[in-house]
DNA sequence: TGTATAATTAAATCACGATTTGATTATTTT
DNA sequence: AAAATAATCAAATCGTGATTTAATTATACA
């Protein structure tokens, strides 16, 4: 029978999930060391042992192994080459969302902690050029699927920061066990930015 | 030759303002209330004076504020009846994403620090039943669209959630005199979905 | 087994920032 | 221009919470 999870000592990585789970309750400045401590049955001075950096850093390398974890999971849809340009971008958001929703916690705190980490420059110029690099990735899907007459003609960035305003917004109101599973909604908002990007109809303001 | 702005005592407006700004800036815990009074040529403690209820009655209100003037803008073209639901959606949108590039201050604060007013039960009632409201501006024009066969059929909450999320990012990236206007922001960004919602093309991932 | 190292703790520090207080200065009001 | 009221300020409070420190306990290792 399986042994009891042996209550062996804490990891930097069970304090980094710890901590998304506190920030994402009370955000990072109302997340007490304390908090995030007590979450994984310790005291709020046992984190100096395994983040002699301090608080800030904890919310740093969360954030880093967040967006770290997301960009793979995109990045390897975006490395499918047997995917049209439309069907890649499909995936990549289906994958993004769903991603999402499996880690609300980290999602919320990429939303809503970022701004904290860029007062600190060191860790603001890296995760900065991460963040862009990200963005890139769906401005390329997307300008390759206009190039090949699969999409209309959009304006791309600002198309790219829609899609990503909507995906950030999921790790906000994303409850689990809600109505939808995280797969329903993905594929509904797939659906959603496809659709938009439809070259039939190209509505305008006139008519 | 115009008299020297008089330098008249300040009003809670004036606070307020000042006050979204420096949230936007900061943050709210980020923000100190000699950083807002300092934004109005004031001392911390002149704030009390205006703000006797302290630093989080001036969040509460910032966030009134804003939703207040938001909801009133969208709320007139919801009861513009002589809009057919497409181009009634089209005009939300659009008068939506509008009102937020020229707040953006208020506009980030209603993102990123709505959170910390839901802390005080009192404060959280009231907001949230005004967001929902908000929220039910979008889910019944939507529906009304679907009704009329004039948009395909979606998942109306996620689909507004979709919308709402792609609005609020704006508040986050939208600098003025950037590369587009509001006007062209706000114009791209509803043609995207009203195209999202054109009945013609319906794709599947199952091509 | 005994010694070094890792984890953990409880109890200080220590700084910062919201709020309070007790004047002081402007502005109205009569 | 008094008298009352409003605005403002500089200088205390005062609590909170991150970080440090000095042990104590557990684990690895030789």
Redesign the interface.
Request: aromatic share 12%.
């Given at each position: 029978m399986a042994r009891k999870p042996a209550e062996q000592s804490v990891n930097r990585l069970d304090i980094l999930l710890a901590a998304a789970n506190v920030f994402r309750r009370q955000?990072?400045?109302?997340a007490k060391m304390s908090d995030i401590a007590a979450e994984v049955d310790l005291t709020a001075g046992s984190l100096y042992h395994h983040f002699p950096e301090g608080k800030q850093q904890i919310l740093i390398e969360v954030l880093n192994e967040g967006l770290d974890q997301i960009t793979a999971e995109v990045q390897a849809v975006v490395d499918d080459n047997t995917l049209m340009p439309?069907?890649k971008l499909?995936k990549v958001i289906y994958t993004n969302i769903l991603g999402l929703t499996q880690n609300t916690s980290v999602a919320a705190a990429l939303v809503?902690e970022t701004?904290?980490i860029l007062?600190n420059p060191e860790a603001r110029k890296t995760y900065l050029k991460r963040r862009d690099a990200f963005e890139q990735l769906y401005n390329h899907v997307i300008q390759e699927g206009i190039d090949a007459r699969l999409f209309?003609q959009?304006?791309v960035?600002?198309?790219t920061?829609?899609?990503?305003?909507?995906?950030?917004?999921?790790g906000?109101?994303y409850r689990e066990g809600g109505?939808?599973a995280g797969e329903?909604?993905a594929?509904?908002?797939s659906?959603?930015?496809?659709?938009?990007?439809?070259p039939?109809?190209?509505?305008?303001?006139k008519n």
């Open positions: 955000g990072y400045h109302g439309d069907e499909r809503f701004r904290t007062e209309r959009v304006d960035p600002i198309f920061k829609t899609v990503l305003g909507a995906h950030n917004w999921v906000v109101w109505r939808l329903q909604i594929e509904e908002m659906n959603t930015f496809l659709a938009a990007l439809s039939v109809s190209v509505p305008t303001a």
